[in-house]
């Protein structure tokens, strides 16, 4: 079993910054696939960011964040997080933190842009971006 804690929202003007951090507990490793999904009022869950660490220390990223969010991980420490900067009112959601196994490469990279492949889920943070 596999335990996700976030930390590090609250409440930020538009084009300020805030870093997220995941704590991941129980049985991690770099052959898990790290990621950040958000929720909006009245919208559906989105993948922001991945980390895939059995792929090369692969990154992925939303179009809407890329150039703006950096997710980093530390799997030493079972770490991950999300740097997030020039933020803007639309970034305001609850972050999930999330974590699956990571795939063998015959399924590509695709999946990893859905909910499909994290089984562990954090409780969420808030993030609110005020114009």
């Known amino acids: 079993q596999v335990q996700l804690a976030e930390s590090g929202g609250g409440t930020v003007q538009a084009g300020g910054s805030v870093r997220l951090s995941c704590a991941a507990s129980?049985?991690?490793?770099?052959?898990?696939?790290m990621g950040w999904f958000r929720q909006a009022p009245g919208k559906e869950r989105e993948f922001v960011a991945a980390a895939n660490s059995w792929r090369g220390d692969k990154k992925y990223y939303a179009d809407s964040v890329k150039g703006r969010f950096t997710i980093s991980r530390d799997d030493a420490k079972n770490m991950v997080h999300l740097q997030m900067n020039n933020l803007n009112p639309e970034d305001t959601a609850v972050y999930y933190c999330?974590?699956?196994?990571?795939?063998?490469?015959?399924?590509?990279?695709?999946?990893?842009?859905?909910?499909?492949?994290?089984?562990?889920w954090g409780q969420g943070t808030q993030v609110i971006v005020s114009s």
């Open positions: 129980g049985r991690t490793g770099t052959n898990f696939v």
């Open positions: 999330a974590a699956g196994i990571a795939l063998g490469p015959y399924y590509g990279d695709d999946p990893y842009y859905t909910e499909t492949p994290y089984d562990y």
